[in-house]
């Protein structure tokens, strides 16, 4: 008999234990928060913080974002405690860990078996997304002879959950879902009320319905949606929080819940707060003690409540933050060194830039700052520091004491922009990936492995599908991250949306209409009776 358990830590963290094996995954759980000391789990999960907790042989980390790598956590780990990443084009990982003074880290290719403990059976291993524009993985954990999959922020394709379940020979016993977002978009965004709740709702129905399609084809013995939602405890943030109970993109674990129980009723489903324990042999759940008298199920007026005494817990961390970004006077040359900070990025791929094409404009604050507008591409960078004379197509406002460190590396850009401390508008209102991509890699070696991974996809693969009684072929794979439009797409009003990462595509033309991007092949088709009907983009 099985005696593994797995014990949710908060926001995308477990711990697994069994006979011979004690490990980690993803904990977030050092008191100062992550993101420039803007997200925080919720619900508090401090309590967890004893000796007891660093009591393991393995830890493994499946991205860089600190919601996840938990870098004062685990510099306080025991000098032996092994840290396993998945290998990505960027070592920013291994970088990262090596400051915090971790030496025993071990780098794994995807799908190769890590071997836990001494019994010669249990293992890890690690399942990336596979367009590299996004570094981060699922981790499939083999263990006593049942099989759980964490999915971490990973957008794991259909294929590579069926691949896993082959590859742990046995269904998964607990398949952990992200289902809560992790974006500024449209958060930080300037729309009004009603576009803001109308894109919400179409990014958290598309999160939800992505994670149903992989519980459909996984059918785990039970799944536990997780990974947040972050909660803003930091007075300047804290009015994010309304949208946590409600229509945002950051939906907690008890919606989650609901929304599945509906879709798939047949699946064993709950969520687990942070203690919380499942015996993986009966699937039966331990309750931390915790959690008495707490309930997400609460009003309103309860969630404000808890999360006002909860910021008021982490006013010093909070208070911190600040301490350590201090304003930037008018004499630090703050404009200089951005110019020359950011017109360094176009030595690294001009494939970027020339998918880039446009003006960014910063909207810098304080004493230090000004207009400064960034012409990018198609084969260069130029930083113009009186800036606002021509039509900007991105639109940043920032202080200038959050992008002071950027400027000296203090900061990362996706640090910044994750940490929802600035506002921004797009005309047109188009996403840019390759401009994301650009500002959170700046790595060489990242960058060219997303150029050689679009130069080898095959457009010219397509299937079949029947809108409105017309019969259209269309390109098989999305060509934006790669994932399989057969099994990832739905229809809304002739555009046909990946729910991948929500690419819409008209299907008059071919053309992406909400992002830089790559079109998709559509002809016309005579209707077959195997033609598929994509299911509708909303319930």
Request: proline residues 7%.
């Amino acid at each position: 008999m099985s005696s593994a358990t797995v014990t949710a830590l908060g926001h995308a963290g477990l711990r697994i234990d069994s006979p011979g094996v004690r490990l980690l995954a993803d904990p977030w759980v050092s008191p100062s928060g992550a993101f420039l000391g803007s997200w925080f789990p919720f619900p508090d999960n401090s309590h967890l913080l004893t000796p007891e907790l660093s009591d393991v042989d393995t830890v493994v980390v499946s991205h860089e974002h600190l919601d996840h790598l938990d870098l004062a956590f685990l510099a306080g780990l025991p000098a032996d405690v092994t840290i396993v990443v998945p290998r990505y084009p960027s070592t920013i990982i291994q970088r990262r860990l090596r400051e915090a003074g971790r030496r025993r880290v071990v780098v794994l290719d995807p799908w190769v078996r890590h071997p836990l403990g001494d019994s010669g059976r249990d293992w890890l291993t690690v399942i990336p997304e596979q367009c590299p524009m996004s570094h981060d993985a699922a981790v499939l954990i083999y263990v006593d002879g049942r099989a759980v999959m964490h999915t971490n922020d990973a957008r794991v394709s259909l294929a590579q959950v069926r691949r896993a379940v082959a590859e742990a020979g046995r269904p998964m016993d607990l398949m952990g879902v992200q289902m809560s977002g992790a974006s500024w978009h449209p958060v930080c965004y300037e729309y009004d009320r009603e576009e803001l709740d109308r894109i919400s709702t179409l990014k958290r129905v598309g999160k939800f319905k992505a994670v149903t399609r992989l519980l459909r084809a996984a059918q785990p013995r039970m799944a536990v949606p997780y990974a947040g939602p972050p909660c803003f405890l930091d007075p300047e943030l804290f009015e994010h929080n309304g949208r946590l109970h409600g229509p945002g993109i950051f939906p907690d674990q008890a919606e989650a819940l609901r929304w599945l129980r509906e879709r798939l009723p047949a699946q064993t489903a709950d969520y687990l707060l942070p203690g919380d324990r499942v015996v993986l042999e009966d699937l039966s759940i331990v309750r931390d003690a915790h959690w008495r008298g707490f309930s997400l199920d609460g009003s309103t007026e309860d969630r404000r409540h808890y999360l006002e005494a909860y910021s008021a817990r982490r006013r010093q961390h909070v208070g911190k933050i600040w301490d350590d970004n201090p304003e930037p006077g008018a004499d630090s040359r703050l404009a200089e060194r951005f110019k020359q900070h950011f017109e360094s990025l176009a030595t690294l791929s001009e494939y970027f830039l020339a998918r880039i094409g446009l003006v960014l404009r910063f909207e810098v604050l304080g004493p230090a700052g000004g207009t400064w507008d960034a012409h990018i591409g198609p084969h260069t960078i130029e930083v113009d520091l009186d800036g606002g004379d021509v039509s900007a197509n991105y639109h940043i406002t920032v202080d200038a004491r959050w992008l002071e460190g950027v400027v000296t590396g203090r900061t990362r850009w996706e640090e910044l922009l994750l940490s929802l401390r600035f506002s921004a508008r797009r005309e047109p209102d188009h996403y840019n990936d390759y401009l994301v991509g650009l500002l959170k890699h700046a790595d060489l070696a990242a960058l060219r492995a997303v150029e050689a991974f679009e130069a080898a996809r095959d457009p010219q693969e397509t299937f079949s599908i029947e809108v409105e009684g017309t019969g259209l072929q269309v390109s098989r794979y999305c060509p934006h991250a790669g994932e399989d439009l057969a099994e990832t797409g739905v229809i809304d009003g002739g555009v046909l949306r990946c729910l991948g990462h929500n690419f819409e595509f008209d299907l008059a033309t071919g053309a992406c209409v909400n992002a830089r991007c790559d079109p998709i092949e559509v002809h016309p088709h005579a209707a077959r009776a195997d033609a598929q009907v994509p299911e509708p983009a909303c319930p």
